[in-house]
């Protein structure tokens, strides 16, 4: 069983030969093609080969294609910092949203033409060429309203929230037409799923109410696109105290990429039976704690994991968030060999 149909069983919840396994395994890809950041995040040949090349060494079962959060944002303008040896980051000092009138000037882009999105579309068409028969490839998608704030900054947007969320919704309009003929374009390489990282639907962020009035709207309007289209809506959502219910409610993801437990949920075993059978669960190792716990540790909680939520299939074992970019490959080999061995099925 390759890892296509493993995946796509899981999905369907049933049970494969295993348990799917995926670290996400983004930046530190970079190392195996001697790249520095910049490069690997700008050039699609370059990410393509790096992402092959840890996707065939470690023998996972996804390719998700994130590089970093200002992949759109750049495109409609946003400065951009780019680093040697960290994820590139809207220049905080030179924001292209530096007022409420400032939202009524952003505008629909086509993404096919602008230099960020289009090397993406690359990215994802030289993947699924070179290993879309075999890996199921995920492209990755920043939320309308994460873009809003790579153009605005966190805080500054929230005061406008509070202030006039009318010139907002101006700009969320613009965003969701550039993004769906992003989906469109994406969608034409043949990508398996589309996931959408809806950074601000969790506690940590905002109200759930506030989500469902603000950004809910134009996420339910771009999953529906893209499930129009015949391709699968991922969601990826690090946050603590997830809006499972209201996600699912707008997106009807088939799966959910999660690190903290859900805001209606007391314990993973609860997420299992209250929403094990409505979305595939992704996750949920923390990125963090695998920079400093050994290989026994890793493994034990694999194992507990795989133990709460194996069960008739609709789990995929992953890290919570992107695998450290500059820690080493140690503790991915450790979960990817825990999920061959403790996570079969038969």
Not at 7 to 28: A, C, F
Not at 63 to 91: H, M, N, R, W
Not at 327 to 339: G, H, L, W, Y
Request: aromatic share 8%; glycine share 4%.
């Amino acid at each position: 069983m390759n890892s296509l149909e493993r995946v796509s069983l899981t999905l369907q919840h049933k049970e494969p030969d295993r348990v799917p396994v995926y670290p996400l395994m983004n930046g530190i890809s970079r190392r195996l093609v001697n790249a520095d950041y910049e490069r690997w995040t700008r050039d699609a040949e370059v990410c393509a080969e790096a992402y092959i090349k840890v996707t065939e060494m470690l023998d996972l079962d996804i390719i998700c294609t994130l590089t970093d959060l200002s992949v759109e944002a750049a495109d409609f303008g946003q400065k951009i910092v780019y680093y040697k040896d960290k994820a590139a980051e809207p220049d905080i000092y030179n924001r292209l949203i530096k007022s409420l009138d400032d939202y009524r000037k952003i505008e629909p882009i086509n993404p096919r033409k602008t230099p960020r999105m289009s090397e993406h579309i690359k990215l994802c068409n030289l993947l699924t060429k070179a290993k879309g028969k075999e890996v199921p490839i995920v492209a990755f998608v920043f939320g309308p309203l994460g873009i809003v704030s790579m153009l605005r900054g966190q805080a500054d947007l929230f005061i406008d929230i509070m202030d006039d969320p009318e010139p907002i919704k101006h700009a969320l309009e613009a965003i969701t037409q550039t993004l769906i003929d992003y989906a469109d374009a994406l969608i034409e390489t043949g990508v398996h799923a589309i996931m959408l990282d809806t950074l601000f639907a969790s506690q940590s962020i905002m109200s759930k109410k506030m989500w469902l009035d603000l950004e809910g709207p134009y996420v339910e309007r771009l999953a529906k696109h893209i499930h129009d289209k015949g391709c699968m809506v991922m969601v990826h959502n690090c946050g603590n105290g997830i809006y499972f219910d209201a996600q699912i409610q707008t997106m009807h993801p088939e799966a959910i990429s999660f690190l903290h437990i859900p805001d209606d949920c007391n314990s993973y075993e609860e997420v299992k039976l209250k929403y094990g059978d409505k979305t595939t669960l992704i996750g949920c190792v923390p990125p963090p704690w695998l920079i400093s716990a050994t290989p026994k540790e890793v493994e034990e909680e694999c194992k507990r994991e795989i133990d709460i939520f194996k069960k008739n299939g609709g789990f995929i074992l992953a890290t919570g968030c992107e695998y450290p970019p500059n820690a080493d490959f140690e503790n991915a080999r450790i979960m990817v060999k825990t999920a061959k061995e403790y996570g079969k099925y038969v």
